[in-house]
């Protein structure tokens, strides 16, 4: 998998230890170490700080070091410390749960992109030691959750930060609360350090995960500091977003980060901002300003912080916007902090509410949305912003989803011979590769296919012996069918896997179920469809999707004569959803458009060479090229007319369903009687889209809005990046 050559020393596992006042870690060299730190540190400020509410990045799917480990046999040391460090990065736990879907899984590949083209950025989260919860499916019940449990301190990457000057004790920083009045109230938080590699090892981007939950932490912070998106109150939800927004400032200052623009992925810790006008304002009318502002003061103040935010937006969704009433609110903030909130959080339709997507829009130099269609959408929805509203389209990181067998294979082929840094070298295919890259396709194809089926059969078996174990009734009715029933490679597998909402529609292609078995039946065609996803602990209509998804499952055996298996695979996570977006024949997408803002799970697949089946919505729109790289379905009309409401009855199950059914046949056919044009869609994918949909480009768009001073080596690269394609010019 690597191609480093080894350090020259005796002792390799030793170069790659390096650390500072804060700690000692393991990863890079001191010399690249030194180098990362300078720059976040340096008194002109010249990096970004991005803030996001979950990080997605686990070690099992992407894991630099243990690959260089590997590939170099380093795997044991003579020195005991080195020794307990490689076992840990050796066979240490692989899984930080510490995101919930797509916006998480997105932060993480932005962050590696950020270290792998050097650009200097930290990352700041929150560490919850109850992770997001675990999911186990029960047929009769549908889903059941329960609280993950996970170690930090044994998890490779991850380092808790010390004292500078005690180095047994942890550093803790100390972030200022107003609980409705002006003095602060003061709360402790630990800092952990993750650390993104680049793929060389040469350059990394920290990520730094504040972990309130500490023994003497009072309850209110202990209640929010343990599980992501934790909303048992709209009271838990706007504390976990001020841990996250207040700390900012505090964990910078910590450190000696200087950042002077922070990023916000999607609007959860705009909470900065306020305490950024609130140091603004001590700073032009001194210590009593908090008496002597005037809104003019304060609106100018807002005006200056403004400059150093860069918004991303996510969602069309209501549900990801943070409201809260200003009643609540006020029992919270700082008694100054109202006033500010008036002025920028006001909620033109409730006025009983300080909206904090508002307020995000309100505050920033440059906002942006995941996709082009989602800027139209957003202009339509927040119309005073039209003309700040700017695509970037998201992206995924190339070398975490690419599978094994794929990247071997993009190895061998000379015209993509610089294909890990540079992911645009695909558009430049040669033609003289055509050939070798097509069989290669197939065979790899084969081999991913082939891991996905036995590990689905043998989560089938388990499940079977579970269920005389347990209560649980396992998920799917091919388990609890007397004789065992297989799923066989080869056959056409078609995979969705991503958050269960309403408005994302997992079950579209079941809602007419002889209608589907009808086409299988009459042209002899098996199709596996294989699911998985969580639905958020507290959205119902979520859940009830999931369950209804599992009770399609024996009408659909049945219509079919057996010929379609619809098999749902629990606790979704990136490991599942690597080894899903590979093996499959088809990535399907079926949300009511225009509510899926960008989607990256269908690029993930892209990235593999596998066609989408998808509704023309998010990013599709501009990675469908006129049906060269997969199949479209459902509603494709103007977004003014478009309805952003998720209510049931404006859901168009029978319309996008129906249209579902006619693309079907056309999808069988080509896969099972002109295996060479689904081929070709394949080879499309690698030629089309994997130049466009990774985040090395993405991140060469967002460094625009950051407006860096780059050294010349970097810029011709962003450079080389931009060329490829722009977002917002469609
Ligand atoms: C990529 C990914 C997602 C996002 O999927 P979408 O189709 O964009 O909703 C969610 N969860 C996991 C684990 C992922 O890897």
Not at 90 to 95: A, E, S
Not at 391 to 411: C, K, P
Not at 589 to 600: F, H, I, Q, V, Y
Request: aromatic fraction near 10%; charge should be negative; include cysteine.
């Amino acid at each position: 998998m690597n191609r480093q050559q080894s350090p020259p020393s005796s002792e390799p596992a030793a170069e790659l230890v390096c650390g500072n006042q804060f700690g000692t870690f393991f990863g890079v060299s001191q010399t690249t170490f030194d180098r990362v730190w300078k720059q976040i540190t340096a008194p002109e400020g010249n990096s970004v700080a991005y803030v996001s509410m979950e990080i997605g990045a686990d070690p099992d799917v992407f894991h630099p070091v243990r690959n260089y480990l590997l590939s170099h046999q380093v795997t044991t040391s003579k020195q005991a410390p080195l020794n307990q460090l490689l076992e840990r990065y050796l066979n240490g736990p692989r899984k930080i749960p510490n995101y919930s879907g797509g916006l998480g899984v997105l932060a993480g590949d932005t962050l590696k992109s950020f270290a792998d083209m050097h650009l200097p950025v930290v990352g700041v989260s929150l560490l919850y030691r109850g992770g997001y919860f675990s999911q186990v499916v029960d047929s009769k019940v549908g889903q059941i959750d329960h609280a993950t449990s996970w170690t930090p301190e044994a998890t490779p990457t991850l380092f808790r930060l010390h004292q500078p000057d005690h180095p047994e004790e942890p550093l803790e920083i100390e972030i200022p609360f107003f609980n409705g009045g002006q003095q602060p109230l003061l709360c402790k938080a630990q800092v952990w350090m993750k650390m993104e590699i680049a793929e060389g090892l040469d350059y990394f981007t920290p990520e730094f995960l504040l972990d309130y939950n500490l023994a003497d932490a009072p309850q209110w912070v202990g209640e929010a500091a343990q599980q992501l998106y934790n909303a048992k109150s709209d009271y838990v939800k706007a504390n976990q977003r001020r841990m996250l927004g207040s700390s900012v400032l505090p964990l910078l200052s910590a450190l000696g980060i200087s950042s002077q623009t922070i990023h916000l992925n999607e609007q959860h810790g705009v909470t900065a901002t306020l305490h950024l006008i609130l140091q603004e304002l001590a700073t032009t009318l001194g210590e009593n300003y908090a008496e002597l502002m005037t809104d003019r003061d304060i609106l100018a103040a807002a005006s200056r912080v403004s400059q150093k935010i860069v918004y991303t937006i996510h969602t069309p969704v209501k549900a990801g916007h943070d409201r809260f009433s200003r009643e609540m609110y006020s029992s919270i903030s700082h008694a100054a902090f109202q006033r500010i909130l008036n002025l920028v959080a006001h909620d033109d339709e409730h006025h009983h509410e300080y909206n904090f997507t508002a307020m995000a829009m309100r505050l920033n130099r440059s906002i942006n949305s995941v996709s082009r269609l989602h800027r139209d959408v957003t202009r339509k929805q927040f119309p005073a912003f039209t003309d700040k509203i700017k695509a970037i389209t998201n992206g995924v990181h190339h070398l975490t989803w690419i599978s094994d067998q794929r990247a071997e294979l993009f190895d061998r082929i000379p015209s993509l011979k610089s294909w890990r840094e540079n992911p645009g070298c695909f558009s430049s295919l040669a033609i003289d590769d055509y050939p070798e890259l097509t069989s290669g396709l197939k065979e790899a194809w084969q081999q991913d296919n082939l891991r996905l089926i036995e590990y689905t059969n043998q989560m089938l078996d388990r499940h079977r012996a579970q269920m005389s174990e347990t209560w649980i009734d396992p998920p799917n009715y091919l388990s609890r069918l007397s004789a065992p029933t297989r799923l066989e490679a080869e056959v056409f597998t078609i995979g969705f896997a991503r958050r269960f909402s309403t408005y994302k529609r997992a079950d579209l292609i079941f809602d007419d179920i002889p209608a589907l078995a009808r086409i299988l039946v009459e042209n002899n065609w098996p199709v596996n469809f294989l699911f998985a996803g969580k639905a958020h602990p507290e959205d119902e209509p979520g859940k009830s999707v999931l369950k209804l998804l599992l009770d399609c499952q024996e009408a659909l055996f049945r219509h079919s004569n057996g010929l379609g298996k619809l098999i749902f695979i629990p606790d979704y996570d990136m490991s599942i959803a690597k080894l899903m977006v590979a093996g499959v024949h088809s990535w399907l997408n079926s949300p009511k458009r225009p509510l899926e803002a960008s989607g990256t799970s269908g690029m993930k697949a892209a990235m593999n060479g596998v066609p989408n089946i998808s509704v023309l919505d998010g990013w599709w729109v501009e990675g469908y090229h006129g049906g060269q790289t997969g199949w479209k379905f459902g509603y494709d009309g103007p977004v003014d007319e478009a309805d952003l409401s998720e209510d049931p009855s404006t859901l168009l199950y029978n319309e996008d369903s129906a249209s579902f059914y006619r693309q079907l046949p056309l999808i069988l056919e080509a896969f099972y009687h002109r295996p060479e044009s689904f081929l070709a869609k394949a080879v499309n994918n690698l030629k089309l889209n994997v130049p466009i949909f990774n985040t090395h480009r993405m991140t060469a768009e967002y460094i625009m809005a950051y407006d860096l001073h780059l050294d010349r080596a970097t810029s011709a690269k962003i450079a080389q990046f931009r060329k490829l394609y722009q977002s917002d010019l469609g």
